[in-house]
């Protein structure tokens, strides 16, 4: 900006308001959603939707569980009133949804609105006049008393259109259209006026929305407005208090949680926020915010994946990537420490049966919502060991010991180096495969068996014979070996090949589930005469053989591509 500008502004004045109440209070019900995709949303596209598009929206919004619709402003265009006759027409219209149509308080456009909705049998009419003082002064040009007059024969107008539709269930709605630049005294009367026309009461509520047309101040100022208006309304009982805000200071969501908090009962919005400007204000994070603490939202947003399809469909508009629940980046981490984290806090919630979802660095779980686990964990140059593990562990069922986790981090952090880019699982598990299990050189196996097994309980003691046959260095070798395992004896006969000295640190082994048939793997370590240590892995049908194998691999990178003998001596 042009730091001299400032000049041009000034601040919000502030509400002085000490009986406020609402920042003890806690949201703890979902409010009564109202989705305005199909109507501020549409609005604000650059190419407005087609009455396909507007019925494919119409089906996803029912399926969600929205039950109020604002489905467009039918005296508008002829696509917004031909969306409305064909939701009645051709029955679209599910028992226990309302339809609500937007109509500014114009004698010709409320009658066209009304021709619209001829036959259904439940709508909300909604009409509304900005109140501002700037609209009045400029759009206006207008004396409040001439605001509210308008808005008056406004609702005078809907009342009398409404008589000639006996068939339909009508709900009444007002808005004072930029309430945010309303003087509040002015909004509270404006609106009785209006509620006096439609002779509300507890038994006929009227639904007054109070719009933060343009998001103008910080959310608590929002939220002590809402509190206010409701404080000194005299019908406060006849009355729903809705809010419709904006994100202009992109605080949409924390002033509609917080107008909640200060007494709102109704949300009107859009998904993933599209809408005028900087869009409505998001439904989807409010929901799931809620849904987070424990809240049933009341609307269904375990596809989430199936929402975003057809909104960037629909809209045009794509979802951005770290949008709050539904970016593609939002179940994932890139970084070490967070993936360790995230690694460490999924075992722990698999295995402990928790009844709370406590992950760090996981607000919710992805499965809640339609995510897989796979795509949490992403390796590039900023992960960790921790995550590398992770995608072994997720996407192929390899359970590293964690005492071989920094090897294989390394192996792929070197990988992650030299690319200079984003890993894909595959390739991960490729480099394992690489690296653990396509080892030939020097020692290849050719046959196992085991000769003789005797295990004797009451002495504690158990004894193998072994014969294998090898590749080494190219020549085919017979070996053979006792001792008190199988694993032990192959050991033991191997020694004859290898005249360096080596030993045995550390074994560990486990089922491997993925595949058609149960397999094992194996982990072994080895220590060379100059005190170097490597892993090795293998994979068998059978769980002695994977274990033959895995020291082979760990023996077949100690000797690093080279002679046995020369490598272990
Ligand atoms: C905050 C919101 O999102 S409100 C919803 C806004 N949505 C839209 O505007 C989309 C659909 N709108 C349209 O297609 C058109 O604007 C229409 C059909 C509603 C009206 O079209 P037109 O009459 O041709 O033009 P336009 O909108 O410029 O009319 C402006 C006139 O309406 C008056 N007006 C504006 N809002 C209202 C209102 N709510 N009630 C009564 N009069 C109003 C203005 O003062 C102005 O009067 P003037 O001609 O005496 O100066
Ligand atoms: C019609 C009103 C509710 C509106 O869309 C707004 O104020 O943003």
């Known amino acids: 900006m042009k730091p001299e500008s400032v000049k041009k502004y ?22 009564t959603w109202c989705s305005v995709d199909l109507r501020d949303g549409n609005q604000a596209l650059i190419q407005p939707m087609s009455l396909a598009k507007k019925l494919e929206m119409w089906e996803l919004l029912l399926d969600i569980g929205f039950r109020e619709i604002e489905v467009g402003f039918p005296s ?47 709508v909300i009419v909604h009409l509304y006049n900005s109140t501002s003082t700037l609209q009045r002064d400029v759009v206006f040009n207008m004396s409040r008393k001439e605001i509210i007059d308008l808005a008056v024969r406004g609702a005078e107008l809907v009342q ?3 008589k000639n539709y006996p068939e339909t269930r009508f709900r009444y709605q007002y808005s004072p259209e930029s309430f945010t630049g309303t003087e509040l005294d002015f909004a509270v009367e404006i609106c009785e006026a209006v509620m006096a026309v439609w002779q509300a009461d507890e038994q006929n509520r009227i639904i007054i929305n109070l719009p933060a047309t343009v998001e103008l101040a910080t959310p608590n100022i929002f939220a002590d407005q809402i509190e206010w208006f409701c404080a000194h309304m005299k019908q406060r009982d006849a009355a729903i208090i809705s809010v419709h805000t904006h994100n202009d200071r992109g605080c949409a969501v924390a002033a509609t949680e917080l107008a909640l908090m200060a007494g709102a009962e109704r949300v009107e919005g859009t998904l993933f926020g599209n809408g005028e400007r900087t869009g409505n204000v998001d439904i989807v994070t409010l929901a799931l ?58 075992s722990r919630y698999e295995t402990a049966s928790a009844a709370f979802w406590e992950v760090p660095y996981l607000p919710i779980d992805p499965s809640d919502v339609g995510r897989t686990y796979e ?46 880019r984003e890993l894909h699982a595959r390739e991960i598990n490729h480099a394992f495969e690489e690296t653990y299990l396509d080892l030939h050189h020097p020692f290849d196996l050719i046959s196992f068996q085991v000769m003789k097994r005797h295990s004797d309980k009451k002495e504690k003691r158990s004894f193998a014979e072994v014969e294998a046959t090898l590749e080494v260095d190219g020549r085919e070798q017979s070996i053979k070996g006792t001792g008190n395992g199988p694993l032990d004896a192959f050991s033991n006969a191997l020694k004859v090949l290898v005249t360096g000295e080596w030993s045995l640190c550390s074994y560990h082994e486990h089922a491997l589930n993925t595949g058609s048939h149960a397999k094992a793997v194996a ?47």
């Open 375 to 420: 795509s949490i964990i992403r390796i590039n140059s900023q992960s960790g060991k921790g995550g590398v593990a992770y995608i072994m562990d997720h996407d192929f069922g390899i359970k590293m010991p964690k005492e071989m986790h920094p090897e294989f981090g390394r192996i792929v952090q070197e990988m992650t180096d030299r690319e200079g």
């Open 76 to 122: 508008a265009s002829q696509v917004e009133f031909e969306f409305a006759r064909t939701l009645i027409d051709d029955g679209l219209i599910p028992p226990g949804t309302a339809i609500q149509v937007l109509t500014q308080a114009r004698e010709h456009l409320i009658k066209r609105t009304f021709e619209s909705i001829r036959g259904a049998r439940d």
């Open 289 to 346: 915010n809620m849904f987070t603490h424990g809240v049933d939202p009341q609307l269904d947003l375990h596809d989430i994946n199936r929402l975003i399809d057809v909104y960037e469909r629909v809209n045009r508009i794509p979802v951005h990537l770290r949008h709050p629940y539904a970016g593609e980046l939002v179940y994932t981490a890139f970084s070490g420490s967070h993936q360790d984290a995230i690694n460490k806090g999924m």
């Open 10 to 31: 000034r601040p919000y004045p502030t509400l002085p308001f000490p009986q406020r109440t609402w920042p003890d209070k806690r949201i703890e019900t979902a409010p």
């Open 160 to 162: 009398q259109e409404a």
């Open 523 to 569: 982990y072994i370590q080895v220590e060379r005469s100059d005190g170097k240590r490597f892993w090795g892995a293998g994979i068998d049908t059978d769980i002695i053989i994977a274990s033959v194998k895995a020291l082979l691999s760990g023996l077949n990178r100690a000797a690093n591509g080279q002679k046995a003998t020369v490598a272990l001596g």
